[in-house]
């Protein structure tokens, strides 16, 4: 009977539990190894300061929509405020009560002034926007009959901060 030896007089005096401990740990030396090195860099990346930004914090209040002179088109205008130290986005305000609505903002040229839709409008950080006939505004196009004291539901949609529900009161309309 022929046995298989080891020629490696290293491998042969050293006990078998010492063979199984370097496995182990050079096996678990890769793992180790990488959690530590991502520890450190999200440990630097939020020593820099640009991790963890702190959200927007929108409110929004004085929601109101004017009852129109006639039936073709009014607007609704919010105050809204940031308390948070990021910037958030109104991408869109919705209703499913009135007709199309749509971001706008009064633009004179040569004199004259006339409505342009929106994309969006940012809402800075710390800071508070307040909607009025001579800026910006919701345009409504073709509402229903709306009278003083009404109350109308209106979605306003955020970038960061999602859907803010609200609802507006009708108010008469001013020059």
């Known amino acids: 009977m022929n046995s298989v030896s080891s020629t ?3 491998e042969r005096s050293s006990p078998p539990w010492r ?21 450190m860099l999200l440990t630097a990346y939020t020593t820099t300061g640009a ?12 929601a109101r929509i004017f009852v129109p002179p006639n039936s073709e ?11 948070g130290a990021a910037d958030d986005v109104l991408t869109s305000v919705s209703s499913t009560e009135l007709g199309v609505t749509m971001l706008g903002r009064r633009v004179t040229r040569d004199g004259a ?6 994309d969006s409008l940012t809402i800075p950080a710390r800071s508070r926007v307040n909607m009025t006939p001579y800026g910006v505004d919701v ?3 073709d509402p229903p ?24 009161v009708t108010v008469p309309a001013r020059a």
């Open 113 to 118: 002034g006339h409505m342009e839709p929106l």
């Open 139 to 141: 345009m409504v196009l």
């Open 19 to 39: 063979r199984v401990t370097a496995g182990v740990l050079s096996a678990a030396l890769v793992p180790v190894v990488t959690c530590v090195t991502a520890l």
């Open 73 to 83: 088109n009014t607007a609704a205008f919010f105050d809204i405020g940031n308390t």
């Open 51 to 62: 991790a963890g930004a702190p959200p927007a914090r929108i409110g929004v209040s004085n």
């Open 8 to 10: 490696d007089p290293a």
């Open 145 to 168: 009959r709306l009278k003083v004291g009404d109350r109308v539901r209106f979605d306003l949609w955020f970038r960061d901060s999602g859907q803010v529900t609200v609802d507006a």
